[in-house]
Nanobody
């Protein structure tokens, strides 16, 4: 019922910036919890940034001060602005949307590679 499509990934040098976008097929409602997680080869999946159902944001300690999560209700799009990128940020980034207790969707992911 809900589809998410990530875009904006790419190859950048350390210190560079990228903005990831997540287009949502349906309408984002205020109670939706949504955010981004990432997974690098050989590493455990990591939550990066989240919008809670109450509208507050939560960022992983590793990205605080560098990443900003935002959403545009008019465009049904979730964003992740990534600045001061580091090689350890290299991963596939996925967006997700959670609605209520049961419903949960995620996208196909977009590759972010940061070279030193």
């Amino acid at each position: 019922q809900v589809q998410l499509v990530e875009s904006g990934g790419g190859l950048v040098q350390a210190g560079g910036s990228l903005r990831l976008s997540c287009a949502v097929s349906g309408t984002i409602i205020s109670l939706d919890a949504m955010g981004w997680y990432r997974q690098a080869p050989g590493k455990q999946r990591e939550s990066v940034a989240t919008f809670t159902s109450g509208g507050s944001t939560n960022l992983a300690d590793s990205v605080k001060g560098r990443f900003i999560i935002s959403r545009d209700y008019a465009k049904n799009t979730l964003y992740l602005q990534m600045d001061s990128l580091k090689p350890e940020d290299t991963a596939v980034y996925y967006c997700y949307l959670r609605r209520g207790v049961v419903s949960y969707w995620w996208g196909q992911g977009t590759q972010v590679t940061v070279s030193s």
